[in-house]
């Protein structure tokens, strides 16, 4: 299962340089773990490092200049942090599984001298197999879509300085020099004819590239929540849908796929709904033969006429739909969630924590990494130091990070028997 290792963003609104976890040239930080909880106050910027996963996600999806305006971003001016110079950058160091060697992802974007946003910069390295230390190979590189790419899992380049990209009519010479330590490799010279796409999405879409491919696929797989209780009480067309969609709108066709399923998933999901919110008895589907429309209907305990999702509180649709995602049969490979504790009731909070960090943990390989941000207590209350990052705002108006485990005083209450949301609260955490 593949996993984040690390993260790095510069440049996008209040994040000038944010660093969460473990990068290639940063081999002495202690990873993320599957459970990964940003806190901190209001306007910090919890959201901006939300939307930092869901623009990369959206520039694969649509390019980067359509990505600038998507989800009421408001184009590259309002995201490139203010009265700084360069790029928007971005860093992710992933391993597909325990066993492959990490691959580092470096993401550059900017105005070309029309105003066009375009790709500066795009590169993929990894270390060889055996090699411990020392710079990774890039087997893509691409500076404003044109560049090199290494077919198969055959190394690449190792680049030699840290940070600039090669120069592409350098690193052909490069290549092309008797006697060079990657002479005979098998690569393939790379032009884009829309330096707006990202090059993982289109090369990656090729079978001579596995590496690539892989990991364009990892990046299609993520799943941003945008869940909207009034999304999910719009009234769906029938029809069984497998996955719960970023809003939630579907939610109703989920079930319906489940309730075709003979394996006990929607019981056991039930059972847990019930658990956890009192009074809830069956969850079930229907569908008017008239317009097609469908209905979930809700029974509660001691009352035999059911009422549908349309008269649902917010918090019972929330449970509902996260435990669905949760118990999706094919999960995506990263979940991300913002505040999730929105019209929740406080004690469902610790429970809900949990639920996220056992999906995490899974050992049978059905499991996400799970990332949250939230500014609620009783949520922290469940979570270890090294699960949560605290994010605070700095005198010169830019986002820093920081991990609760960096701090010997916390580890040492948080052994000591006390909460760390409690601690959170109490301002051992954020002290200012």
Known sequence: MAIIEGFRVRNFRGLKDVTLGKLWQLQGAEPLTPLTVVIGKNGVGKSTLFDAF????????????????SREREGFDKLFSQEQSGSIEFEIYFREDKKSKPITYELAIRKDDGGKVIVERERLRQRRSGQTHGRPY????????????WKGNDPGLRVDEDTKFVQVEDLFRTLRAPGDEVEG???????????????????GSLKQHPRISAFRRFIEGWYLSYFSPNAARELPKAGPQKHLN??????????????SRSDGTLQEILRRVADKIPGIGQIKTHKDDYSNNLYLLFTERGFSVPFTHMQMSDGTLKVF???LMLEDPDPPPFLCIEEPENGLYHKLLETLACEFRQHAMEKKGRRSQVFVTTHQPYFVDALEPQEVWILEKGND????????SDDAIVRSMVEEGQPLG????SDYLDPR
């Open 321 to 323: 739909a996260y435990l």
């Open 54 to 69: 869901g623009f990369i996600a959206d520039c694969l999806r649509v390019g980067v200049e359509d990505a600038c305006f």
């Open 422 to 425: 409690s601690l959170w609260y």
């Open 185 to 203: 490799a098998d690569y393939e010279e790379v032009e884009l004819d829309d330096k707006s796409r990202l090059g993982i999405a289109t090369i």
């Open 138 to 149: 890039s087997f893509l590189i691409l500076n404003e879509g044109k560049g090199v790419a």
């Open 397 to 404: 108006g830019f986002s820093t990070v920081r991990r609760a």
């Open 246 to 259: 970023v809003v939630g709108d579907n939610l109703a066709n989920v079930v319906q796929y489940l309730e």
